[in-house]
C-alpha cells in the first residue's frame, strides 16, 4: 500500500474540490477520489442527452465565495460567471407576473402597480436583506468556536463577527437576534400586504429544508441564501459544472490528483486512527489525512461503519435530520416556452418562481408532512441557455426545474413508481403558467430524492448534506461539538455541505476544512 | 381628591396580585385594580351553573415558583394543591396510554407499545429535569440587556454565559437543541411509539400558534417542565377551589400585607403628566393617584391602550404593534350529571377510576396534532382538537353538589381570527366539534351533560381582557422571549414613561400561572423606590 499522499478527498463535490485545491496550494501532495465519472457532485454539468447540456444539481452560482474565487485564481482557469439583471420571475395563476430586479429602484418601480405601499418599503427591505447578509457572510468562512473549550485565539476569530454585528447599531443587533429564530411567514408579513410578493420572497426560506414558510428559522435560510447580496443571480458560462472544473484545474495546477469513477468502499483505521481508503477495485490508498466530502450519515455509517465510533457519538449522527424535499426536472427544449404575464425574454434570464404565495408554500408543506409529493408544488426554474446558448443546439433549451416538495420518505408507493407521475405533475404545474410549454419538450430526466441518495450519495436525498434548521447549524453541525471539521477519528476530517456553514454552492466548508486540516498536518 | 397610594397595579390576575404583595410586604401602600367582580384574571373560579364551580380558564397548576408561595405564605393564606397524579391518553382503537406516579406501572404502560420506548423514558424524564433545572436560573433573573455597555447588564450577561458553559457538554448541546427543535423532532430523538410522542408533544403546543412540528415547540415543552423540577416528577396539580384558589390566596395574603384591592374598577387611562405616570382614571371617571403605576394587562393593552402610544418612542411602538399575540386556544367547561365513561378504561371510582382523578389528554399522534393545527393555519378551528382535561370534583368535592361532576376542558386550535364567519356566529358550532371529539372516546358523555360553557379566544378577549385571547399574553416563540420580550430595550419591567411599569405574563419569563414576571417586576419597582 502506498502513503504517499498528505491528503486523501473522499468526493469531487465542489467542497471536495475547494479543500483539494486550497490544500495543493499549500503544497500539499493530494488525491482526489470520485466515485461518478462527471467532477462536481452535485454542482456539475452533463451531456445527459447528446447536444443538451444539464445542470444536474445546483444551478445558481450567487453564493459562491469571492475570496475563494480570487484565492485559487479560478478565472485563469477559464471561471467566468455572469450575472442576470432579473433575479425572479414570477408568474401568476391570474395570468399576471411580477419581476424582481437586481436592482432595486427597477424593482420597487415595477412593484407600484401590485402595491404601491410594498413598493414604497421594498428599497428598505432589500437594505435590511444585505446589512444582516454582510453579518453572515463574515461567519462563512469561520470555523465554529469550540463553546466548550473557551480558546481565546478562537473567540479573537469571531470577535470580527461581534464587530459585524456591533455595527448594526442597537437597534439593529436586536433586530438580527430577533429575526434569525423567525418563521419567513411572520418576518414578511410584518413588511409586505401582496400575496404575490411575500409568496415570491419566502421561497429561499424553504429551499432545500422540510420546512414551511411558517416554520421557526426559515428566516434565517432566507438570509443565508441572501448572503452575497440580495437578489443576487449568477450563473457560470457553460453550466456550473464549469466552476467544478475550474476547481479541479486549479488543484491540479497545484499537482493534486484526481481521479473520477473511482469509488471509495472504505475508510480504513489502525488503532483508532484513518489511515487509507480501500477503493471498491480493492485497490488501497494511504495518507496521512482522509478528508470526506460525504455527507456525515454516509461517511460514519457506511465509509468508516458504526462499530468504530462512540454509540453516542454515533447517536447524534443518526439523529441528523436529513430529509430529502427536492426532486429535480430537467428538460430538454425546441423553443423557448412564453409565460403568462411575460412581456420580454429577458425576464426569463434569473429564476423562475412558481410561488405565488405563503399559503401555496404552505400548503405544498403540509402534503410533504403527511409523507406525499405536493400536489401543488413550489417551482424554481432555470433556463440555463438564456445565460449561454451553447448548452443545447442552435435555438434549443434547457430548462431546469428544481421541485418542492418531493419528501425522501414516502408513505404510501415508493420513488420508483413515483418518478414519471412526479415528472408529469411538474410539466403540468408549470404548463399552467407557459400554456405551450409541452408542445416544445424534446426529453425529460426525473430526478427524486431516492436518485440524489442512489447516484449522488446524498442521505435520503438531502441537497445540503443535512437540513439547515437552526438546530443543525453552527456549532451544531454536522451533530454538537464536531463542528470543527475534525472528528472523534484522528485524522479523518470533514469537508462537506453537512458541516459548517452548510449547503448551497459557497465552498465555505470546503476552504473552512483545508484550513483546519493544514493545521492538523503541520502538527498544530 | 383621591388619596394617594405608592403604588397602583392595574389588573388583578395572579402576576398583578403577586407584585401586589410583593410591594406590600415591603411597607407599600398599594393598591390594585380589578376590571371585574373578581380577581384572578385568568385564574378563577366562578358558579356559572348553580351549584358547579368552573375553573372557567387557567386548570392546573404546577409553574407557581415556589419561593413566592413561601415569600406571600400562600399556604397560611389557604393555597392548597391537590396531585394530578396520571394523565390517560386514550385511542380510538380502544387502546390507551397511561402514566402515573407509580414509576413501573408508567413503565409497564409504555411497553405495551414499545419497550424500547420504556426503556428510553427513564432517561428522558431525567434529562427533562437537568434540563428544565439549567433553565431555571433564567427564572430569577432580569434579561440584561447585551446592547449596553452599563456594567450591571455587562456582569448580568457574563453571569449567564458562566451558567450555561458550566454545564457540560452533553446538556448545553441538548440545551442549544430544546431552544431551537420541533417538540416533534426532539421526542423523535428518544421515541418511536406514537401515544407517547404525541402525549409529551403536546406540552410543546400548549398556548401556541404552532403545531407539534414546528421548530420552537421543543422549548414550550421544556417550559412546561419548568414547574416539575421543585416537586416531584410530574408535579402538575389542581388548586382546591379551582384556580380561583390561587387567586384568592394570593389576594389574601397581600390584603393581609395592607394592600387594597378594588373590584369592579376598569381602569381606562394611566394619567402621566411630564412624562411621568402619576395615576389612572377609571372608566367612570374616578382617578386614583400612586407614585408608581403597573399594569399586569398584555403589552398590547398596556402600551397601546392604557397610554397614549404618541407618548412613546416609535420604535417600541412598531415592536408593541408587531408582538405577536395570536390566541389559538378555547376551553369548553361542563356540568355533568355522572362521571363520563372513558371507553378504552371502563371503571369507577374509586379503585378502577384512578385515571378519572387525573388529566385526561385527547393527543393520540403528533399527526393528529399537527392536523389540528393545520386547520388553524388556514383560519378555521380544528375539527378534531387536540383538548386536555380533568374533571375537577373528583379530585375536589366542593367543586359539585354530590353525585354530579365538573369537567374543563382546554381545547386547541381555536384561532382567534377565523377566516370564514365570527366567532360569535361559530361558538356553538366550535363547541359541538369539542364535544363530538370527546363523545368519541367517552360514549356517555352527550347523555350526561347537564350545562356546557364554550369560551372562544374572543370570550377570553372579552371577559379577562388578554388581547387576542393569548393565554400566555404573547406567543413564546424565542423572537419574544428573555431580552425580547416584550419588546427589545424594554425587557426590564419598565417603560419610556417614568414610574410606569409591566409586570404581565408579556414580560419575561411569562406564560402559565408561574408569578416569577409579578414577583421580578416588583422587585425592580422596589429598587427605583
Redesign the interface.
Known sequence: MSTNYDAIIVGAGHNGLVSAAMLAKGGYRVLVLEQRDVLGGAAASEETIPGYCFNTGADDAALFVDEIAEELFLKMHSLEFRESQAAVFAPQPDGSAITLWQDEARTAHELESLNKEDAARYPAFARQVNQIGRVLQEMLLRTPPD??E?KVGELLSWAKVGLQVRRLG??G???F???L???IH?YLE?WFQSEPLKGVLAAPAITGTR?GP????TTLMMLYQSSNGFNRTRFVVGGIGRLSQALAAAARSNGAEIRTSSPVARILLQDGQATSVRLVDGEELGARAIISSADPRRTFFDLVGPTNLEPRFMRSVR?I?FRGSTAKVNLALSRLPTFNGQQSVEQLSGHIRISPSL?YL?RAY?DA??GRISRQPFLDVVIPTLTDAALAPHGHHVMSIRMQYAPYGLRERDWDAQREPLGDLVVDTLSQYAPDLKQFIVHRQVLTPLDWEREYGLTEGSIFHGQM???QLL??RPV??WSQYRTPLRNLFLCGAGTHPGGGVTGAPGYNAAREVGRALNGA | MAQKYDAIIIGGGHNGLIAAGYLARAGKRVLVLERRYLVGGASVTEEIYPGFKYTVFSYVVSLLRPEIVRDLQLAKHGLTVLPLESTLTPMLDGNYLYRDGDHFCTMRNIARFSQRDADAYDDYSRSMYFMAKAVKYMLGIIPPD???YNPRDLLGLVDMARHF?DLD?EK??ML??LM???AA?FLD?WFESEPLKGTLSASGIIGTY?GP????TAYVLLHHYMGEIDGAFRAWGFAKGGTGGIANAIARSAQSFGAEIRCNAPVSQVIVKNGRATGVALENGDEFYADVVASSLDPKLTFLELVDPAQLPS?LVDSIR?F?IRGSSGKVNLALDALPDIACLPGRLPRAGRHLAGAISISPSI?YL?RAY?DA??GAFSQRPFVDMIIPSVIDPDMAPPGKHVMSCFVQYAPYELREDTWDAKREAFGDAVIDTLAQYIPNLKEIILHRQVLTPLDIERTIGISQGNIFHGEL???QLF??RPA??YAKYRTPIHNYYQCGSGTHPGGGIMGASGKLAALEILKDF
Open positions: 463553546v466548550t473557551r442597537n437597534k443587533m436586536m433586530e437576534v430577533r429575526l429564530p423567525m418563521a411572520e410584518e420546512q411558517r416554520s421557526a428559522g439523529n435530520i399559503e404552505e403540509d408532512k403527511y434548521g437552526l438546530d456549532v451544531m454538537a461539538g | 447585551p446592547t449596553t458553559l457538554e448545553l448541546f442549544a437543541k431551537t427543535m420541533s423532532d430523538q404552532l412540528r414546528s421548530p420552537g420604535d408587531r405577536n399527526d399537527e393545520d393555519k388556514y416563540s424565542l423572537s431580552f425580547l427589545a430595550g
